[in-house]
């Protein structure tokens, strides 16, 4: 009995009772039966008097041990036997706190390594560390900007204590990984691997983790879930990750292993979540991984960088939201991540019938319409732009790059364009102006616009449910795509550059010149820009001078036998040849001749001629009018014409004897006579009313071209 017990314990104190394997001793026992053993309930009965009894004894303890999970317990019996032990000993435990993560430190130090001799060099090495925190500052986590951490460092050295923080906080909630148990049996192997291969780093850090070795991989990877193995081997470590990969191509990288340290932080932070039971925050932010990586005497930048390619190239990297934010999250997971579904749908997309309307598309968001154009046209055929007085933007198809070194195919684009228009030649040369994609960006354009293709499709399939993927990873594909989108305007910018130009210098060149102009692509908007670009270079003449005017007709128009030329003659002839001047509308026109026209200076105007004598002639008066009728006379010629008319009146004066019209009219003193109805008899030169002129041809017209050919026609 109890009492029996009692004295029992107290004849051999201080005396301490180990009981192992309690619960798989008791569950051996059926129901019903009785062994030499005794029975269930007996044996349950004799565990309650022994605790009872050893209450009583002051220097008595008793150490039992229980499974802690339902799997040891061993099946039904197993289990309630457990839950009859624990409920019988905890009328009686003493709790017993576990290792502290504080503790673990010592632990584990003296377990696997010898004592620290030089203490100047330790302490040397973790001020380092604290001062190297301290200058990085809001990207560190915040308790490393605390000097109590300065003490963890040397408590934990050589390990840091980032390592320990992720073993006990994450790793710890595995079940069957245990806090002390297996981080010294993990430990131990990491520190065999890193000094096997000569490792040098101040500390051991999360990023110090061989991964690449198999028993350090398997002792991890053992609590885990299948398929972590594939993981490190594709995106983490070894001889054919990507991270390798990486740092074999970028030397800036490769120098500290920045890429595979980045990885086997995440990893260390994230992978137990894969087996967690409860849903958590998941991962690791940008300054805890910055924490499992950074050495003094190393700039964070590297690691930064390097976080951003990896968020982009790895397959089983996930982050949790816009990358440009510090609170952004990463972790690796056994499930490829969208990105490699987005890459492999990637390449479905062809040139021709995917990739060139979408970059068309973008263009057209980009640009909208012109307002100094009248028509703006994308990828659009010779054929299908207007041969009409209107001023064109035509944006070349990504296949008519140009570059300074080989403009070959954009200007022969061009020049397509100016001599056809469909099967016809092109009439209005004049009105086309030309913007062309960069050469050198074009690959990278049309890499993101295959980007944001796929990232579509993914969008587009989940929400009609040929695409079965959870909550996150649908949030994850709608942010990608909204970022990519946001990256491709500006990379469309970037490519199409090219404000292409024809002109001819002189009438007599036979072939037109094609001019680059290359746009600012970081200031302002697309629209802008070209409307500056044509401004500043006068590609398109906004407003105009008289004197250009002038200067234009005295050099192309104005002949010693005939110095006048018709206003929609000009007009016309500007439409149509390149080097003359490509005036945005004909107000521009009318606006120079009026300006022109109110003084003396440039030309005179009339509304019709015959046999040198203008009809309506008028010289710095501004009251004209622009018609087909309009006459541009050259100054010199106007001014003598005038004087000649001055002329004339007064010979006409002399020759009537006074003024022309004076007196009443009739018979009498002062007056002029009249017939017998009293109508006046002048007779005088010139009095004749202008004659009129009727032109009558035939033609015949083609049905095919009646359109084209009336307009000539009536020209």
């Given at each position: 009995g109890?009492?029996?017990?009692?004295?029992?314990?107290?004849?051999?104190?201080?005396?301490?009772?180990?009981?192992?394997?309690l619960?798989?001793?008791?569950?051996?026992?059926?129901?019903?039966q009785?062994?030499?053993?005794?029975?269930?309930?007996?044996?349950?009965?004799?565990?309650?008097?022994?605790?009872?009894?050893?209450?009583?004894v002051?220097?008595?303890?008793?150490?039992?041990?229980?499974?802690?999970?339902?799997?040891?317990?061993?099946?039904?019996?197993?289990?309630?036997?457990?839950?009859a032990l624990?409920?019988?000993?905890g009328?009686?435990?003493?709790?017993?706190?576990?290792?502290?993560?504080?503790?673990?430190?010592?632990?584990?130090?003296?377990?696997?390594?010898?004592?620290?001799?030089?203490?100047?060099?330790?302490?040397?090495?973790?001020?380092?560390?604290?001062?190297?925190?301290?200058?990085?500052?809001?990207?560190?986590?915040?308790?490393?900007?605390?000097?109590?951490?300065?003490?963890?460092?040397?408590?934990?050295?050589?390990?840091?204590?980032?390592?320990?923080?992720?073993?006990?906080?994450?790793?710890?909630?595995?079940?069957?990984?245990?806090?002390?148990?297996?981080?010294?049996?993990?430990?131990?192997?990491?520190?065999?691997?890193?000094?096997?291969?000569n490792?040098?780093?101040?500390?051991?850090?999360?990023?110090?983790?061989?991964?690449?070795?198999?028993?350090?991989?398997?002792?991890?990877?053992?609590?885990?879930?299948?398929?972590?193995?594939?993981?490190?081997?594709?995106?983490?470590?070894?001889?054919?990750?990507?991270?390798?990969?990486?740092?074999?191509?970028?030397?800036?990288?490769?120098?500290?292993?920045?890429?595979?340290?980045?990885?086997?932080?995440?990893?260390?932070?994230?992978?137990?979540?894969?087996?967690?039971?409860?849903?958590?925050?998941?991962?690791?932010?940008?300054?805890?991984?910055?924490?499992?990586?950074?050495?003094?005497?190393?700039?964070?930048?590297?690691?930064?960088?390097?976080?951003?390619?990896?968020?982009?190239?790895?397959?089983?990297?996930?982050?949790?939201?816009?990358?440009?934010?510090?609170?952004?999250?990463?972790?690796f997971?056994?499930?490829?991540?969208?990105?490699?579904?987005?890459?492999?749908?990637?390449k479905?997309?062809?040139?021709?019938?995917?990739?060139?309307?979408?970059?068309?598309?973008?263009?057209?968001?980009?640009?909208?319409?012109?307002?100094?154009?009248?028509?703006?046209h994308?990828?659009?055929?010779?054929?299908?732009?207007?041969d009409?007085?209107?001023?064109?933007?035509?944006?070349?198809?990504?296949?008519?790059?140009?570059?300074?070194?080989?403009?070959?195919?954009?200007?022969?684009?061009v020049?397509?364009?100016?001599?056809?228009?469909?099967?016809k030649?092109?009439?209005?040369?004049?009105?086309?102006?030309?913007?062309?994609?960069?050469?050198?960006?074009?690959?990278?354009?049309?890499?993101?616009?295959?980007?944001?293709?796929?990232w579509?499709?993914?969008?587009?399939?989940?929400?009609?449910?040929?695409?079965?993927?959870?909550?996150?990873?649908?949030?994850?594909?709608?942010?990608?795509?909204?970022?990519?989108?946001?990256?491709?305007?500006?990379?469309?910018?970037?490519?199409?550059?090219?404000?292409?130009?024809?002109?001819?210098?002189?009438?007599?060149?036979?072939?037109?010149?094609v001019?680059?102009?290359?746009?600012?692509?970081?200031?302002?908007?697309?629209?802008?820009?070209?409307?500056?670009?044509?401004?500043?270079?006068?590609?398109?003449?906004?407003?105009?001078?008289p004197?250009?005017?002038c200067?234009?007709?005295?050099?192309?128009?104005?002949?010693?036998?005939?110095?006048?030329?018709?206003?929609?003659?000009?007009?016309?002839?500007?439409?149509?040849?390149?080097y003359?001047?490509?005036?945005?509308?004909?107000?521009?026109?009318?606006?120079?001749?009026?300006?022109?026209?109110?003084?003396?200076?440039?030309?005179?105007?009339?509304?019709?001629?015959?046999?040198?004598?203008?009809?309506?002639?008028?010289?710095?008066?501004?009251?004209?009018?622009?018609?087909?009728?309009?006459?541009?006379?050259?100054?010199?010629?106007?001014?003598?014409?005038?004087?000649?008319?001055?002329?004339?009146?007064?010979?006409?004066?002399?020759?009537?004897?006074?003024?022309?019209?004076?007196?009443?009219?009739?018979?009498?003193?002062?007056?002029?006579?009249?017939?017998?109805?009293?109508?006046?008899?002048?007779?005088?030169?010139?009095?004749?009313?202008?004659?009129?002129?009727?032109?009558?041809?035939?033609?015949?017209?083609?049905?095919?071209?009646?359109?084209?050919?009336?307009?000539?026609?009536?020209?």
């Amino acid at each position: 009995g109890k009492e029996i017990l009692s004295n029992l314990l107290t004849r051999y104190a201080p005396c301490v009772v180990l009981i192992d394997e309690l619960v798989a001793y008791v569950r051996q026992f059926p129901d019903g039966q009785r062994l030499s053993g005794g029975t269930f309930d007996s044996n349950l009965s004799f565990v309650q008097a022994l605790t009872e009894a050893c209450k009583l004894v002051p220097n008595a303890m008793i150490l039992a041990s229980l499974p802690e999970s339902e799997v040891e317990a061993g099946g039904e019996r197993g289990m309630i036997a457990l839950r009859a032990l624990e409920k019988t000993f905890g009328r009686v435990q003493a709790l017993w706190k576990p290792v502290a993560t504080e503790e673990a430190f010592e632990i584990v130090r003296r377990r696997l390594f010898e004592p620290v001799r030089d203490l100047a060099d330790r302490e040397r090495v973790c001020r380092a560390f604290a001062d190297t925190y301290a200058a990085e500052g809001a990207r560190l986590p915040g308790e490393t900007q605390e000097s109590r951490y300065f003490d963890r460092l040397l408590r934990a050295y050589p390990i840091h204590p980032e390592v320990f923080d992720r073993l006990y906080e994450d790793w710890t909630t595995i079940e069957g990984f245990q806090r002390t148990r297996g981080v010294l049996k993990l430990m131990a192997k990491v520190i065999y691997r890193l000094w096997k291969d000569n490792n040098t780093d101040l500390m051991i850090l999360p990023g110090s983790l061989p991964l690449y070795d198999g028993g350090t991989r398997s002792e991890l990877n053992y609590y885990l879930v299948a398929g972590w193995d594939a993981v490190i081997e594709r995106d983490i470590d070894g001889d054919r990750a990507e991270t390798t990969a990486l740092e074999t191509k970028a030397p800036r990288f490769g120098a500290v292993n920045a890429a595979r340290r980045v990885a086997r932080t995440i990893y260390l932070g994230s992978a137990p979540a894969s087996v967690a039971t409860k849903p958590g925050i998941r991962g690791l932010d940008r300054a805890h991984v910055l924490l499992g990586c950074l050495q003094p005497g190393q700039v964070h930048s590297t690691y930064t960088d390097v976080l951003s390619r990896l968020a982009d190239r790895l397959h089983y990297l996930n982050s949790s939201g816009d990358r440009a934010q510090e609170a952004t999250r990463y972790w690796f997971d056994t499930r490829a991540n969208l990105r490699r579904e987005m890459e492999d749908r990637k390449k479905r997309f062809d040139d021709k019938s995917d990739v060139h309307p979408k970059i068309g598309e973008v263009l057209k968001k980009l640009i909208g319409t012109l307002p100094s154009f009248d028509g703006v046209h994308v990828f659009t055929p010779h054929a299908d732009v207007p041969d009409d007085s209107g001023l064109r933007f035509v944006l070349l198809a990504p296949e008519f790059f140009y570059a300074r070194e080989e403009p070959r195919l954009a200007v022969d684009a061009v020049v397509s364009y100016l001599r056809h228009n469909c099967s016809k030649p092109r009439y209005r040369t004049n009105r086309l102006l030309f913007l062309a994609p960069d050469y050198s960006a074009l690959a990278l354009l049309r890499n993101s616009i295959r980007t944001a293709l796929a990232w579509g499709t993914i969008v587009e399939d989940v929400r009609e449910g040929r695409l079965n993927i959870d909550q996150f990873q649908r949030r994850q594909a709608e942010n990608e795509l909204q970022i990519t989108e946001a990256v491709l305007l500006k990379t469309v910018r970037d490519c199409y550059k090219w404000l292409l130009c024809p002109a001819q210098y002189a009438a007599t060149d036979i072939q037109p010149t094609v001019e680059g102009h290359a746009l600012n692509t970081s200031s302002g908007t697309l629209v802008s820009e070209i409307e500056r670009t044509c401004q500043e270079n006068e590609l398109v003449i906004f407003t105009w001078s008289p004197v250009h005017l002038c200067a234009k007709l005295s050099e192309v128009y104005w002949k010693p036998g005939r110095p006048f030329v018709g206003a929609l003659t000009f007009w016309e002839d500007t439409l149509r040849y390149l080097y003359l001047p490509r005036l945005k509308n004909r107000s521009v026109l009318e606006q120079a001749i009026v300006s022109g026209a109110a003084t003396r200076d440039f030309f005179g105007t009339a509304y019709g001629e015959h046999d040198g004598v203008y009809t309506g002639f008028q010289l710095g008066n501004a009251y004209v009018q622009l018609d087909d009728t309009l006459l541009l006379i050259e100054p010199a010629a106007a001014a003598a014409y005038e004087e000649r008319q001055k002329t004339q009146k007064t010979q006409d004066k002399d020759d009537d004897g006074g003024p022309v019209g004076d007196g009443p009219v009739g018979d009498g003193p002062g007056g002029d006579k009249g017939d017998k109805d009293g109508n006046d008899k002048k007779g005088k030169k010139g009095d004749d009313p202008q004659k009129s002129y009727t032109f009558i041809g035939t033609v015949d017209v083609n049905a095919a071209t009646a359109k084209m050919r009336l307009t000539q026609i009536a020209e």
